[in-house]
Nanobody
């Protein structure tokens, strides 16, 4: 089992920044590819960003490219999402996800989910 606990969400004005963290425990963190997803009210959960096990390859949804940065610190068992130039449409619950060995590209195949952290961007 892998436990994932997100933090860092909150209320921010449009144009502002937030940094989300996801603390992992239970298994060897570096064996898991990691990702962030988000889900707005009434919408399906959607892919935001992913990083491979070593942290040297990343992938982003077009809607967040050049604004969000995903990183990981394997020594600290922690995943991050730096969010800049936030927009009201970024408002959602953000979820951390882990998949054993294989890079995450969609909700299918995710092995573990965190409980989510709310991000609200006011206009």
């Amino acid at each position: 089992q892998v436990q994932l606990v997100e933090s860092g969400g909150g209320l921010v004005q449009a144009g502002g920044s937030l940094r989300l963290s996801c603390a992992a425990s239970g298994r060897t963190f570096s064996n898991y590819a990691m990702a962030w997803f988000r889900q707005a009210p009434g919408k399906e959960r959607e892919f935001v960003a992913a990083v491979n096990r070593r942290g040297d390859s990343t992938n982003y949804a077009d809607s967040v490219k050049d604004r969000f940065t995903i990183t990981r610190d394997n020594a600290k068992n922690t995943l991050y999402l730096q969010m800049n130039s936030l927009k009201p449409e970024d408002t959602a619950v953000y979820y951390c996800a882990a998949r054993y060995l294989v890079t995450v590209s969609s909700i299918y195949g995710v092995d573990y989910w965190g409980q989510g952290t709310q991000v609200t961007v006011s206009s």
